[in-house]
């Protein structure tokens, strides 16, 4: 939107400045410009909600850090000489530990980011689809996957010359 369209639109008061009221229509059209569904089609949207629900399922599938001790089996079960207390062999098991699982989620979801993105962020920001927070993680996806999908686009099989090689 243009300051002009702002001032013909009646959100500028008496003495030439804005007006509350005017600011409130004007950020609520703002707004409503900003959401995914006015930036993007709707199947891209619904794309990017189904990968944001896809990337906290495979958050949860994981272990979560921490230390664990794995149990061997009867016949598992190493010797007191031979158990290695640097590898964390103890009698009984294993100890081991798991640090973070977001560089195996970056790997599958590309747009996912280490350093800002939490999968509890994800599940929040899924839970009230109203926040600001969603919107900013569909926009993130939706773009994306349109890249992708331009990707996708640019590419002709008739540019490959298929005799090159032969």
Known sequence: MEFVELV??????KRGKMTK????NWLAIWKEHQRP?????????AQAVAELQGATELGHSMPRPGRYFDEDSWEDRTPACRQDFRRGERSGGRWRGVKSVKHIITGFFPWFDKRTMSISQIERALASRRSATFERLVVTVAEHIQKELSKQDSFRPEDISWTEGI
């Open 8 to 13: 013909a639109g009646g959100f500028v008061g």
């Open 21 to 24: 009221a005017g600011f409130r």
């Open 37 to 45: 569904s006015a930036r993007f089609p709707r199947e891209v949207v």
